[in-house]
């Protein structure tokens, strides 16, 4: 079952279109990273699910209840942290915690969550003395109040350093184990590639992609690039390569590496016309196209 399913959602702001017909569904269990360049929707999506926008066109169903008519049902069973997430000054970061919990009617202990997020240490200190990371955690915190089948979390490394960016990481990998769905907004394209389950790219209020990243490489024909550490290369050997079906760039360095740019299902076909050329190949690396890349190419429209 879907946790999450948008059908042939509009959304207008007076003459700005923020979502055009937007077709979404998210699977029970995953992490579903969200990306799109500033404008193109993303926010407005996440306040449609919350039905804190109301959409004027389309459907939207959370964890199997409409969102419109079912809000708080749905806002029960879901835990959010905000892009911009704001304390209460004067609350320590318990008292914050506690507030959450009485406000769901959950029975989780405050210290144990504080203590999942590295918060430990400043249970007692009032939040307004807080970073900006120590208040990023403290809202990953309260978001994780009532084991959550949903979570949704808007930019949820900002203000992490690196090691919060992992703990980050390992929280989401956990929560899915536990068999939470999770929707994932990041302009961090390197966090959403190292947890995400599938990734959605809108443009211009637009769906214009939805696969797991290396499905996003094939359908963009984003290249691999192919570093050939080589003993001998006679001559005609780079030219071998550069004759094979899917090759764009063949280059000699000066180290004797050949790099090539290549079609990802080509690369052995590479090796064997460098091998009947008489080149000796001692090693080789593969270098995938990135998520950065991807989300350039399908962002920019050449994908």
């Known amino acids: 079952m879907a946790a999450i399913e948008l059908a042939g959602v509009e959304k207008r702001f007076g003459d700005v279109t923020a979502l055009r017909g937007l077709d979404l569904a998210v699977e029970e269990g995953e992490v579903f990273g969200f990306l799109g360049p500033n404008g193109a929707g993303k926010s407005t999506t996440i306040n449609v699910l919350l039905d804190f926008v109301r959409p004027d066109a389309g459907s939207v169903e959370v964890l199997g209840r409409d969102a419109g008519t079912e809000s708080v049902a749905v806002r029960d069973r879901t835990g959010v942290l905000p892009e911009g ?105 390197g966090q959403v590639e190292a947890v995400c389950d599938r990734v959605g790219i809108l443009r211009e209020g637009e769906l214009v992609a939805v696969d797991s990243v290396e499905g996003l490489r094939e359908r963009s024909g984003a290249e691999t690039t192919l570093e050939i550490d080589v003993e001998t290369l006679p001559d005609g050997a780079v030219e071998a390569a550069r004759g094979v079906e899917g090759v764009s760039e063949v280059r000699a360095e000066d180290d004797g590496r050949l790099v090539v740019a290549c079609e990802g299902d080509v690369k052995m076909d590479v090796l064997e016309a460098l091998g009947s050329a008489g080149a000796e190949v001692e090693d080789f690396t593969t270098r995938e196209a990135s998520l950065e890349d991807l989300f350039a190419a399908y962002t920019e429209g050449s994908a």
């Open 85 to 189: 997430f704001d304390v209460y000054g004067r609350l320590t970061a318990r008292e914050h915690l506690r507030f959450a919990i009485e406000s769901k009617g959950a029975t989780d202990d405050p210290d144990e969550l504080l203590d999942r997020v590295g918060l430990s240490d400043a249970a007692g200190r009032r939040a307004g003395g807080f970073s900006t990371g120590m208040r990023q955690r403290l809202a990953l915190a309260m978001a994780l109040v009532g084991e959550p089948d949903l979570l949704i979390l808007d930019e949820p490394s900002a203000g992490l350093d690196p090691n919060g960016a992992r703990e980050m990481r390992e929280l989401v990998r956990a929560e899915r184990d536990r068999g939470a769905t999770v929707f994932f907004s990041s302009h961090i394209l």
